[in-house]
T-cell receptor, first 118, second 110 residues
Framework: GAVVSQHPSWVICKSGTSVKIECRSLDFQATTMFWYRQFPKQSLMLMATSNEGSKATYEQGVEKDKFLINHASLTLSTLTVTSAHPEDSSFYIC??????????????FGPGTRLLVL | DAKTTQPTSMDCAEGRAANLPCNHSTISGNEYVYWYRQIHSQGPQYIIHGLKNNETNEMASLIITEDRKSSTLILPHATLRDTAVYYCIVVIQGAQKLVFGQGTRLTINP
């Protein structure tokens, strides 16, 4: 149980284009989803928290107009990197939390999406 | 959330028990100790968590000292597939987010 998927697993795009990454909870309803970014040889950095049906909460320094997050259903959240530039190249990871599973603090992570902007 | 301190790296022989320490001396009474691991180029994997009692599941055991200022994650029979970065995270009850430190890079040697 507690499986989270991401699509695509990797993407290469040209500078200036937008890229959408999907995060799905496969066997539970995720009231809260999180988006992280990880640069090479660094730890995960939280970008934003999204609750189903409401606006995402962004961490300090993360541009909300550049990283659009939509959590329209209890099993799907999307992250859109708008007008991507080479410095946005990174490993993007989502996680989901199921309040009703018992331990609401436990997050389950997706496999990650590697983005390369040329 | 309380800060955690972990060794940067550790080595362990295959088949032996891997004991990963974590110091969280400023932990408060309503904070859980969580362990995740990240195998290269994958998303983090939940391992185990506890509040004050020792915990065991199919993956590992978590030993928390009586004063709760430190804990040890034990992988009883390490395999090569356990090579990963292990993160010890202290999470306040009801918290919205996890804060990842640098973790411990565990290498299992044949």
């Amino acid at each position: 149980g507690a499986v989270v998927s991401q699509h695509p697993s990797w993407v290469i795009c040209k500078s200036g284009t937008s890229v959408k990454i999907e995060c799905r909870s496969l066997d539970f309803q995720a009231t809260t989803m999180f988006w992280y970014r990880q640069f090479p040889k660094q730890s995960l950095m939280l970008m934003a928290t999204s609750n189903e049906g409401s606006k995402a909460t962004y961490e300090q320094g993360v541009e909300k107009d550049k990283f659009l997050i939509n959590h329209a259903s209890l099993t799907l959240s999307t992250l859109t990197v708008t007008s991507a530039h080479p410095e946005d190249s990174s490993f993007y990871i989502c996680s989901a939390r199921d309040y009703y599973r018992g331990f609401q603090e436990t997050q389950y992570f997706g496999p990650g999406t590697r983005l390369l902007v040329l | 959330d309380a800060k955690t301190t972990q060794p940067t790296s550790m080595d362990c022989a295959e088949g032996r028990a891997a004991n990963l320490p974590c110091n969280h001396s400023t932990i408060s009474g309503n904070e859980y100790v969580y362990w995740y691991r990240q195998i290269h180029s994958q998303g983090p994997q939940y391992i185990i968590h506890g509040l004050k009692n020792n915990e065991t599941n199919e993956m590992a055991s978590l030993i928390i000292t009586e004063d709760r200022k430190s804990s040890t994650l034990i992988l009883p029979h390490a395999t090569l597939r356990d090579t990963a970065v292990y993160y010890c995270i202290v999470v306040i009850q009801g918290a919205q987010k996890l804060v990842f430190g640098q973790g411990t890079r565990l290498t299992i040697n044949p």
